[in-house]
């Protein structure tokens, strides 16, 4: 590692597994200071321990503004500032039910909850951060889009509206920011399939895993998963200083898979 993040505060949400966990020890790595924020308190704490240096475990329910303010009131009174702020928390609507979500199907209920995590966790991680980065009047924000916010997903209505909402209110955030003559920056990222535990229901263990692997990535050029390490990777790059010159902008992490299918050797 290269400190490219050394002496900067960042608080990174859905902290405790998958993509959020990578971006945690690639921030702590760079040298950074990390709070990691989740709903689940046993893993966040565990990610903490595991990490150590300067990493901190706060519970935060990314929909709740009350936790907002808790996080922010602590970060700010231990560490005097704030630098990198990653929205990362976020589900599909699929972790307690099976759906449907399409468009005629989803009820306005299921519609709500996604929205709630996803869209107003978002927009409340936006505006205290901003807030809280007013002070020095620089810091990067980095919110987790998706594929799925780029274009449209039948079965995952909600999943899909929501990504996409992210999307343009990152650029809302970045012009806002630069009206108000603050060296503040707000990009978002688009994954599309990366191996996190949200596709080993569907790989699962047996025989026949490296199988569904394929099926699975069988319309990606590059014709795997992607790593939430290359995830974090850019979102290290986002954050750094190296990024000062980009704000409103989008990046597909995608293994090819928004350029085309003749994208793809034949």
């Known amino acids: 590692m290269t400190d490219r993040l050394k002496g900067k505060v960042a608080l990174v949400t859905g902290a405790a597994r998958g993509i959020g966990a990578a971006i945690v020890r690639a921030f702590a790595g760079e040298g950074a200071t990390v709070w990691i924020t989740d ?29 907002w303010e808790e996080v922010m009131a602590a970060l700010l009174k231990r560490d005097r500032r704030l630098d990198i702020l990653v929205n990362n928390a976020g589900i599909t609507g699929f972790e307690d039910s099976s759906g449907p979500h399409d468009p005629e199907h989803a009820s306005l209920a299921e519609w709500h909850r996604v929205h709630r995590i ?9 505006r205290y951060a901003i807030r809280a980065m007013r002070a020095q009047g620089t810091g990067a924000i980095i919110n987790m889009s998706s594929r799925s916010g780029l274009v449209g997903i039948p079965g995952a209505a909600a999943y899909a509206s929501s990504k996409a909402a992210i999307r343009n209110h990152t650029k809302s955030v970045a012009l806002w920011c630069a009206q108000q ?10 994954p599309a399939a990366i191996l996190t535990g949200i596709w080993e229901p569907m790989l699962g263990e047996g025989p026949d895993r490296a199988e569904r692997m394929t099926a699975l990535t069988k319309d990606t050029p590059l014709k795997r998963f992607g790593t939430p390490e290359e995830v974090a990777a850019m979102a290290v790059f986002l954050a750094s200083d190296e990024a000062t010159y980009v704000t409103g ?15 793809s050797p034949g």
């Not at 902008?249 to 994208?263: V, Y």
């Open 39 to 67: 709903i689940d308190g046993e893993a966040g704490a565990e990610l903490a321990n595991e990490i150590g240096g300067t990493t901190r475990f706060l519970p935060l329910d990314v929909g709740e503004e009350g936790d």
């Open 118 to 126: 996803n869209l107003d966790g978002t927009f409340l991680g936006c």
């Open 181 to 190: 003559g603050m060296k503040v920056r707000c990009n978002s990222i688009h």
């Open 249 to 263: 902008s989008e990046f597909d992490i995608d293994g090819g898979l928004l350029a085309g299918s003749a994208a």
